[in-house]
């Protein structure tokens, strides 16, 4: 089992920038790919954004440019860098582990409970 924790939502301006944060424990050492997924009011949940343990990461067509994902592999955590966030950006921001396939694929298996980001117009 893997416990993750996320961090860093709330509320901001259209143009502004927020940072989450999501710290992994217990079965840490089965940790292959981290990443974020997001969930706004009446739409499905999407990948945000994936990390490898060596770096190699996959965006969301919508976040390319504005996003950065990053990870500290010695403190078990991922963090996301959000820029330019516009009102669409608007969601709950789930944390996650699982596999990243060369071929860009993302399997999520472990989940955070959320934190909330609201971008205001």
Do not use: H
Not at 42 to 62: F, H, M, P
Not at 83 to 107: F, H, I, M, Q, W
């Amino acid at each position: 089992q893997v416990q993750l924790v996320e961090s860093g939502g709330g509320l901001v301006q259209a143009g502004g920038s927020l940072r989450l944060s999501c710290a992994a424990s217990g079965s840490i050492f089965s940790i292959n790919a981290m990443g974020w997924y997001r969930q706004a009011p009446g739409k499905q949940r999407e990948l945000v954004a994936a990390i490898t343990s060596g770096g190699g990461a996959n965006y969301a067509d919508s976040v390319k440019g504005r996003f950065t994902i990053s990870r500290d592999n010695a403190k078990n955590a991922v963090y996301l860098q959000m820029n330019s966030l516009k009102p669409e950006d608007t969601a709950v921001y789930y944390c996650n582990t699982g596999v990243l396939t060369r071929g860009g694929s993302y399997y999520p298996d472990y989940w955070g409970q959320g934190t909330q980001v609201t971008v205001s117009s």
